[in-house]
């Protein structure tokens, strides 16, 4: 299983950014998916999730009606549109592969894509 993300950068408030993961080594469309984040000194924290077919959407309400997570099957690809940062959405971004056994639990994820949000 690989998990590979890009797309991060440093942006100003209020400003967007588009974060992919390219998944592979598994039948990525047999999976639920996340984007999960984590703050300099904090503990992970789960920003979004899409369901297999991406047709049910979950977000954390700190994210809701800025962030779009979507994914594209035929591509082995995970997106999550960013509009409207802030600088508290500053940490680096995961994807996770849900593992089936509970809402939440990761069994796999990438390396990570660090999103900075500053002036």
């Known amino acids: 299983v690989q998990l590979v993300e890009s797309g991060g950068g440093m942006v100003q408030p209020g400003g967007s950014l588009r974060l992919s993961c390219a998944a592979s080594?598994?039948?990525?469309?047999?999976?639920?998916m996340s984007w999960v984040r984590q703050a300099p000194g904090k503990g992970p924290e789960w920003v979004s999730n899409?369901?297999?077919?991406?047709?049910?959407?979950y977000y954390t309400d700190s994210v809701k009606g800025r962030f779009t997570i979507s994914r594209d099957n035929a591509k082995n690809m995970l997106y999550l549109q960013m509009n409207s940062l802030k600088p508290e959405d500053t940490a680096l971004y995961h994807c996770?592969?849900?593992?089936?056994?509970?809402?939440?639990?990761?069994?796999?994820w990438g390396q990570g894509t660090q999103v900075t949000v500053s002036s």
């Open positions: 899409i369901n297999t077919g991406g047709g049910r959407t």
């Open positions: 080594g598994f039948t990525f469309s047999s999976y639920d």
């Open positions: 996770a592969r849900e593992s089936g056994k509970a809402t939440n639990d990761w069994d796999h």
